[in-house]
């Protein structure tokens, strides 16, 4: 089964860290673009991350200088290093890979306590 299973979501003061690791089981994975998303409680599901089959990055204003996406297509994963967390970066983390199939992951909760 082709899926995305995400991990290393968690509890965190402000100004603290955590890494979300993506492991992709999809054939092709290095022709696809890779993006992580939040969805807050109550609210839409918003993009954090991107990372194009390139290489090529892009950064939602809200986290530009704190978090840096990466990819291993050698593992076949997506990663999420998150630094410098605040209370409003809490929410649901899902993982996203597109081509001529979208594929989501179930999602990792990460919580930021002020």
């Known amino acids: 089964q082709e899926q995305l299973v995400e991990s290393g979501g968690g509890l965190v003061p402000s100004g603290g860290s955590l890494r979300l690791s993506c492991v992709a089981s999809?054939?092709?994975?290095?022709?696809?673009?890779t993006r992580w998303y939040r969805q807050a409680p109550g609210k839409q599901r918003v993009l954090v991350a991107s990372?194009?089959?390139?290489?090529?990055?892009a950064y939602a204003d809200s986290v530009k200088d704190r978090f840096v996406i990466s990819r291993d297509n050698a593992k076949n994963s997506l990663y999420l290093q998150m630094s410098r967390l605040k209370p409003e970066d809490t929410g649901v983390y899902f993982c996203?890979?597109?081509?001529?199939?979208?594929?989501w992951g179930q999602g990792t909760q990460v919580t930021v306590s002020s």
């Open positions: 999809i054939i092709g994975f290095d022709l696809y673009g």
């Open positions: 996203n890979a597109y081509r001529t199939r979208v594929f």
């Open positions: 990372i194009d089959l390139n290489g090529t990055v």
